[in-house]
């Protein structure tokens, strides 16, 4: 089955604390990973992919195909960083799932 | 450019009528998604169009919820018959051919009372 799993729902921590947000996938096939993130009042929209290991905004996630992780992760949490963050998973018929979501609070 | 438009933003009936959502894709955009997302909860995929080929309707929840696609253009999702269970925002992304970056429309806020 396709799916993709996001352990926590909300997640509080401090400016400047390292953030880590986790993602777990299940899929037979060669996945294709996204993290997609909406500030408030915002459009949901693309963060980060990972065959582009790119960083975005300081984010960083590594695709981990033993553990079927997709962790997004920032050495240093901002204010700005607060949002809701999607991991989602491309199939090779280029459907998008998304987890259900974490909601990230920096707090001052 | 102009990105995805959806319309109407804001929508509230009554349990047992119909509603007819809509979704403008970008210009060229081959790919087109419809979600669901509840208060508090994830995007939960409905159906998605690829071109000509036979939409993938796998996500549809019930026989009630439809949706059609002319050509590369205009998508519009109808629910009949609404449910209570059936209020939730309605997101549509387009996206090209093979691409990865869905893009992301406003949604429209479905209310049924």
Same mark, same amino acid.
């Given at each position: 089955?396709?799916?993709?799993?996001?352990?926590?729902?909300?997640?509080?921590?401090? +400016? *400047?604390?390292?953030?880590? /947000?986790?993602?777990?996938?299940?899929?037979?096939?060669?996945?294709?990973? !996204?993290?997609?993130?909406?500030?408030?009042?915002?459009?949901?929209?693309?963060?980060?992919?990972?065959?582009?290991?790119?960083?975005? +905004? *300081?984010?960083?996630?590594? /695709?981990?195909?033993?553990?079927?992780?997709?962790?997004?992760?920032?050495? !240093?949490?901002?204010?700005?960083?607060?949002?809701?963050?999607?991991?989602?998973?491309?199939?090779?018929?280029?459907?998008?799932?998304?987890?259900?979501?974490?909601?990230?609070?920096?707090?001052? | 450019?102009?990105?995805?438009?959806?319309?109407?933003?804001?929508?509230?009936?009554?349990?047992?009528?119909?509603?007819?959502?809509?979704?403008?894709?970008?210009?060229?955009?081959?790919?087109?998604?419809?979600?669901?997302?509840?208060?508090?909860?994830?995007?939960?995929?409905?159906?998605?169009?690829?071109?000509?080929?036979?939409?993938?309707?796998?996500?549809?929840?019930?026989?009630?919820?439809?949706?059609?696609?002319?050509?590369?253009?205009?998508?519009?999702?109808?629910?009949?018959?609404?449910?209570?269970?059936?209020?939730?925002?309605?997101?549509?992304?387009?996206?090209?051919?093979?691409?990865?970056?869905?893009?992301?429309?406003?949604?429209?806020?479905?209310?049924?009372?």
């Amino acid at each position: 089955a396709q799916r993709v799993t996001q352990p926590e729902k909300l997640l509080s921590v401090f +400016k *400047g604390a390292p953030v880590e /947000l986790k993602c777990n996938y299940s899929y037979s096939g060669s996945p294709e990973l !996204f993290w997609y993130v909406q500030y408030s009042r915002q459009r949901l929209q693309l963060l980060l992919r990972h065959i582009s290991r790119e960083s975005i +905004k *300081g984010f960083t996630a590594d /695709l981990n195909k033993g553990e079927t992780s997709f962790h997004l992760k920032k050495p !240093f949490a901002q204010e700005e960083d607060s949002a809701m963050y999607y991991c989602a998973l491309k199939t090779s018929y280029d459907k998008v799932i998304f987890g259900p979501g974490t909601s990230l609070s920096v707090i001052p | 450019g102009a990105g995805v438009s959806q319309s109407p933003s804001n929508k509230v009936t009554e349990k047992g009528k119909d509603v007819e959502l809509r979704c403008d894709p970008i210009s060229g955009h081959t790919a087109l998604y419809w979600y669901r997302q509840r208060l508090g909860q994830g995007l939960e995929f409905l159906i998605y169009f690829q071109g000509n080929s036979a939409p993938d309707k796998s996500g549809l929840p019930s026989d009630r919820f439809s949706a059609e696609r002319t050509g590369e253009s205009v998508s519009t999702l109808t629910i009949q018959r609404t449910q209570q269970e059936d209020s939730a925002v309605y997101l549509c992304a387009s996206s090209l051919w093979r691409s990865d970056t869905q893009y992301f429309g406003p949604g429209t806020r479905l209310t049924v009372l």
